[in-house]
């Protein structure tokens, strides 16, 4: 079983529908991240945090430590949005680095 | 300032033969990351650089060198490529100095090996 897990797969939605990809993980966190990818781009950093909720845009993401579930929301989705968005945990107790741990990975295609 | 930056973008490679990616950061940070993304499967850390001067195993090191020529700069080398080594390679820094330190990702080298 992979230490983070994300749902869906794969996501097809309609410009303007309110998206929630979820993110679990086993371990234990300092700090969770989302990340965007565009097909063929790098990888950009949504969000960071440790508890609580935030916000840029449109995009809010959640987390709670007790549950060990985040979630990331895009309201008013809109084709632009169309990405791979990862989750990813930074561990506690793994040396210096504080390794990432990835999800796979949600594919959202936004249809217009 | 460009962030991270990888070269090369593509590469075609023959078994058995060898090649370096470089990546180099102008944020002054001090780790650095190597990292190969493979269909269905989550970034995997190849190699990582706490400072200048150390470089340590990440979770699939088989197969590579790396090289933390200064703190701006962290190559991956592929001594004898192999066709398991196809994959798209990211290269990542961060300032981690305590505190709240984001990761910055290069845009990645999309590696064939026939």
């Known amino acids: 079983k992979n230490e983070v897990e994300q749902s869906p797969q794969n996501l097809t939605a309609q410009e303007g529908e309110f998206i929630t990809i979820n993110c679990s993980y086993s371990?234990?966190?300092?700090?969770l991240h989302w990340l965007q990818q565009h097909p063929g781009g790098g990888i950009v950093s949504l969000f960071m945090l440790s508890s609580g909720k935030k916000k840029h845009g449109r995009l809010i993401a959640t987390i709670n430590i007790q549950e060990k579930h985040s979630s990331l929301h895009i309201t008013a989705s809109h084709p632009r949005d169309s990405a791979v968005y990862i989750c990813?945990?930074?561990?506690?107790?793994?040396?210096?680095?504080?390794?990432?741990?990835f999800g796979t990975g949600t594919l959202l295609a936004v249809q217009p | 300032n460009a962030g991270v930056t990888q070269t090369p973008k593509f590469q075609v490679l023959k078994t058995g033969q060898s090649m370096t990616l470089q990546c180099a950061q102008d944020m002054n940070h001090n780790s650095m990351y190597w990292y190969r993304q493979d269909p269905g499967m989550g970034l995997r850390l190849i190699y990582y650089?706490?400072?200048?001067?150390?470089?340590d195993k990440g979770e699939v090191p088989n197969g590579y060198n790396v090289s933390r020529l200064n703190k701006r700069e962290f190559s991956l080398r592929l001594e004898s490529a192999a066709p398991s080594q196809t994959s798209v390679y990211f290269c990542a820094s961060r300032l981690d100095r305590g505190g709240w330190n984001e990761q910055f990702f290069g845009p990645g080298t999309r590696l064939t090996v026939l």
């Open positions: 990813a945990v930074r561990s506690v107790g793994g040396g210096a680095t504080n390794k990432l741990i």
């Open positions: 371990v234990g966190i300092s700090a």
């Open positions: 650089s706490a400072s200048e001067g150390t470089t």
